[in-house]
């Protein structure tokens, strides 16, 4: 773990690795997709509508999965005072709620013909929407502190104090009457779900992380540069 | 002990002098009553229905606002740096910073403000368990306002990232206080959303002030 | 106290103060906060005409009436108690008998439930129809 402090050798590994993640990307989401729009079947209640949960449900996850990401990079930065873990977590926050926005997005094309309304105030979709603004106020306290390394201890913090969001979300469709279903995949007594559905939903859930994990290696790759043009720029200033 | 008490007397006797932002934090949430009826018209069952989120809201936004000024002049004179040297763990130090605004700030409007509602039409039977539910809801208010205070404390501009980091924390807060008051327009007991209330109290007297502590020494640092 | 001690006796408020809390949830819990009320807690009530609420439960077989002019009534039962409910205007597609629905409005004075916004509310199954059609001729299906 501590090899990879060194961000030369993270660039490297990252470089080497891209490509071939990228490709995988593509692949599972060639695979997924078709999955999802040609070989699995329509629902009997749902009709064709059932189509959109191979989208929403997976953003959802990684939406929930970019928060739990964030949070424990946070703490690792927090222990063992590793400097790429907090560029780990701050680069993670934007594409976490881009996936969360998506998930509020599509669930509610989903709720408008099925449910027949756009948004409720229910415990699962009010709790997802306050993932959300947890992840924006994440991403402005990186912005409103300039000094880095003051805004990484604060972000750090807020990273942590929100990640008890996330079994809230997890749970709340058990917890309460809620108008959203509960799980289907993820509840005792196995999966709720046929198998051709269950495929394609697992197919698009691992196309959405190879997505993630692409989106978070080149962004990482970017804030290295970032901090490689700020370190340069100070050079300059105190004129070597 | 003796150390915290000193501060807590400490604070206390500075926001008597200072006024502590009571008195605009008061004004405020008198402000906001009298709006709401001219913003959404003199329909008494809606206002009625509307009473206690209303005030709950104003209430919480009041205390939002003072959350600032927290820790901020602590820390810029140099005093929180002092009180870190003493032997008493810096959590609880933050602990009776948060208990000392909510003496001065929210415990005194959690017993003023909600007479207000009479305005907006509260049913005045369901006065008492408003009254209770706001009174047992404004720890934890005070406590998470600390909790963004302690975030933005060293910074110039923090007011709107305060708002931004607490809002989301002050959500559940804001649901199973205002529940209380619901549940019994909907003739059902108040008391398990107070249970909760309670709960979440306990859970932010435990977390915010290893939070506060943490933000607090990133910035003396 | 010395420091060691000072610390240890934090951390054991800390955890009974956690603990106070979840043993207040879970006390309170199930029926704080609830999206909807079934039939039988409506009836155990006793609702006014004049609070709003969300009624919640599963569509009776053969209780859709559908009147001229856009007027529905359905009855919504929990498999103890069911209720009348009457709505004007349009169902979402989720809409069946035997399908769970969320109504939200007020009681009427004769019991009945007057709706102004009806939800379908969707369980957790996902199948294809051949396969629910199948399952149903064995006698397997639970619905």
């Known amino acids: 773990m501590q090899k990879f402090a060194n961000p030369t050798l993270f660039l490297n590994l990252a470089n080497a690795v891209l490509p071939y993640l990228i490709a995988i990307t593509a692949v599972l989401f060639t695979l997924g997709l078709y999955g999802a729009l040609v070989t699995s079947p329509a629902d009997y209640q749902q009709g064709e509508t059932v189509r959109i949960m191979y989208v929403h449900v997976p953003a959802s996850w990684i939406g929930m999965f970019a928060y739990g990401f964030m949070a424990f990079f946070s703490a690792v930065a927090l222990i063992f005072r590793h400097p ?157 | 002990m003796g150390a915290l008490k000193a501060i807590l007397w400490r604070d206390l006797a500075l926001a008597r002098q200072q006024g502590g932002g009571l008195g605009a934090a008061f004004s405020f949430i008198l402000a906001v009553v009298v709006l709401v009826p001219l913003a959404i018209g003199p329909d008494l069952v809606l206002l009625q229905r509307l009473a206690a989120g209303m005030l ?153 002030p290893l939070a506060c502590a943490a933000a607090l020494r990133a910035y003396m640092r | 106290m010395t420091r060691k001690q000072t610390r240890l006796s934090l951390i054991l408020a800390a955890l009974s103060l956690l603990g106070l809390a979840v043993g207040l949830v879970l006390f309170a819990m199930r029926d704080s906060i609830v999206f909807f009320y079934t039939p039988s807690e409506m009836v155990e009530k006793h609702l006014g005409p004049t609070t709003r609420v969300r009624l919640g439960g599963l569509v009776e077989t053969g209780s859709l009436i559908k009147l001229p002019g856009g007027l529905v009534t359905f009855s919504v039962t929990d498999m103890t108690k069911s209720m009348k409910v009457s709505y004007q205007g349009l169902l979402p597609d989720l809409f069946r008998e035997g399908q769970g629905v969320v109504a939200e409005g007020n009681v009427a004075g004769d019991g009945s439930f007057l709706a102004d916004s009806v939800l379908a509310k969707h369980d957790e199954k996902y199948m294809p129809r051949e396969i629910v059609e199948k399952l149903k001729a064995q006698g397997k299906w639970k619905g």
Request: proline letters at 5%; hydrophobic letters at 60%; aromatic letters at 8%.
């Open chain 1, 84 to 240: 790429l873990a907090d560029a780990a977590a701050k680069t993670a926050a934007p594409i976490g709620a881009v996936f969360c926005f998506l998930a509020l997005a599509t669930g509610s094309i989903w709720g408008k013909p099925m449910w027949g309304t756009w948004w409720v105030w229910d415990a699962r979709l009010t709790s997802m929407f306050i993932l959300m603004l947890l992840y924006l106020g994440y991403i402005a306290v990186w912005q409103a502190i300039e000094e880095p390394f003051l805004a990484a201890a604060i972000a750090r913090i807020v990273a942590l104090v929100g990640s008890i969001i996330l079994p809230i979300i997890k749970f709340s469709v058990d917890w309460w009457n809620t108008l959203h279903q509960p799980a289907s995949v993820f509840k005792m007594g196995g999966p709720a779900i046929e198998t051709r559905m269950l495929a394609a939903l697992l197919t698009m859930a691992l196309a959405y992380t190879a997505l993630f994990l692409t989106l978070h290696l080149i962004s990482m790759r970017t804030e290295i540069a970032k901090r490689k043009l700020r370190q340069s720029r100070l050079f300059e200033i105190r004129g070597n």
């Open chain 2, 56 to 208: 709950w809201l104003s209430l919480l936004l009041a205390v939002l606002l003072t959350a600032e000024q927290i820790f901020q002049r602590d820390l810029e004179d140099g005093s929180l740096e002092l009180m870190t040297m003493t032997t008493v763990p810096f959590e609880l130090i933050a602990l009776v910073k948060a208990i000392a605004h909510w003496l001065t700030v929210s415990l005194p409007l959690a017993v003023i403000a909600p007479p207000l509602g009479l305005l907006l039409n509260l049913d005045i039977n369901q006065l008492p368990i408003f009254w209770l539910s706001i009174i047992v809801g404004s720890l934890a208010l005070s406590l998470l306002a600390s909790l963004g205070g302690a975030i933005t404390a060293g910074l110039r501009r923090g007011g709107l990232l305060v708002s931004i980091l607490v809002l989301p924390l002050y959500i559940p807060v804001l649901i199973f206080g205002v529940s209380a008051t619901t549940m019994l327009m909907g003739a059902q007991s108040a008391v398990p959303s107070l249970l909760v209330l309670l709960a979440i109290t306990l859970l932010c007297l435990v977390m915010v």
